[in-house]
């Protein structure tokens, strides 16, 4: 059975550090770059509403459920966006990576291709989980291309499953990397760094 702890997580100059409430200005700052709020199919919060955003995310990690981080650009020493495991289910070993989001101006880097790298790695090598799952919105159809470019496998889609913040509700996209599937997914995502860093 999986254990998660807060762990900071580094490689080709992104650091995955654990979120705490003293991230909540430079988070606001990064997503105010873009006003990543008005993606309706996203979970940025508007302005005003960090705070309870790292506070949910906090109350999540006390409760077994996630673990969340802040991205930081180590170059600029920026705060780039925030990531997390969810719906972390430890008796079957099995993860989710998500609450993904990222500064417009980090969008299309190398930055998501290494953050997903670090936490596949921390996921399967460290924790030995033995299934690592992602979801998104049936209209986020960037993240979407961006999941299955991981090399993740599309499990299906769960009808009217979850309340948008506009009160609509969506339809999740659920795919998912097995452990035996690790192996030839950290060799792509490896490759893919090596030939597009920028």
């Given amino acids: 059975m999986i254990h998660l702890e807060p762990v900071t997580l580094e490689r080709n100059g992104v650091r995955l550090e654990p979120m705490a409430l003293g991230h ?12 990543l709020w008005k993606l309706w199919f996203t979970t940025v919060p508007e302005p005003g509403g ?6 949910d995310a906090l ?5 077994g459920h ?28 099995r993860v989710e990576i998500g609450y993904t989001w990222y500064r417009a101006s980090r969008q299309r880097t190398h930055v998501n ?4 790298l670090m936490l596949l790695a921390h996921g399967f090598d460290t924790l030995g989980c033995k299934v690592v799952g992602l979801r998104t919105d049936n209209f986020n159809f960037r993240s979407q291309r961006a999941i299955e470019a991981l090399g993740a496998k599309k499990d299906g889609v769960i009808r009217h499953h979850h309340p948008r913040r506009d009160g609509t509700v969506r339809d999740t996209v659920m795919y998912s990397i097995l452990a035996g599937e690790w192996p030839d997914v ?3 995502l490896e490759l893919r760094l090596a030939r597009n860093r920028d």
């Fill in 50 to 55: 960090m705070t309870k955003y790292v506070e």
């Fill in 66 to 93: 996630m673990l969340p981080w802040v991205v930081r650009d180590l170059a600029s020493g920026d705060l780039v966006g925030s990531t997390r495991y969810h719906d972390i289910i430890a008796v079957t070993d």
């Fill in 186 to 188: 950290r060799r792509h």
């Fill in 24 to 35: 909540v200005p430079a988070l606001e700052a990064a997503a105010a770059d873009g006003e």
């Fill in 59 to 63: 109350k999540g990690q006390a409760a």
């Fill in 113 to 116: 291709t290494t953050c997903k």
